[in-house]
């Protein structure tokens, strides 16, 4: 069962947005952490070994699809989705080759995270 959520985006309007659509989408019992690139992120998931990870793709310093390379090296079983604005199908394959659980696109709603998640929370 998920208990901990960790957001990775640089901007942090972006990451008030995802809390306060995840609290709106029925998550708001779920603690959540921040960080904002994937040089912080690795530190954070080290830390606080959140239960998932929902990553922006494009970030400076490390963009999340070298964090996800790098946490799946750190932990194989980490369990890291996308939340961007990249929605091409070479996206979406390199995401899913890489180990990605799902991408969600930005505009996103409540109901998005909703049916992603609780799926995912199914699927394990």
Known sequence: MLKKIMIVD???IMRLVIRRTL??????????VE???GREAIDVYERE??????ADWDMPVMGGLELLRHLRAF??????????SEQ??????TARQAGARFLITKPF???DFKLTLDLMM???
């Not at 609290?23 to 959540?32: L, N, S, T």
């Not at 070994?49 to 929902?54: G, K, Q, Y």
């Open 10 to 12: 640089d901007s942090k």
């Open 23 to 32: 609290r709106q989408a029925g998550f708001d019992d779920f603690e959540m």
């Open 35 to 37: 960080a904002d690139d």
């Open 49 to 54: 070994r959140p239960d998932l990870v929902l």
């Open 75 to 84: 932990d194989p079983q980490v369990r890291l989705g996308f939340v961007t």
């Open 88 to 93: 091409s199908p070479e996206s979406r394959t």
């Open 109 to 111: 709603t409540p109901n």
């Open 122 to 124: 199914r699927v394990g």
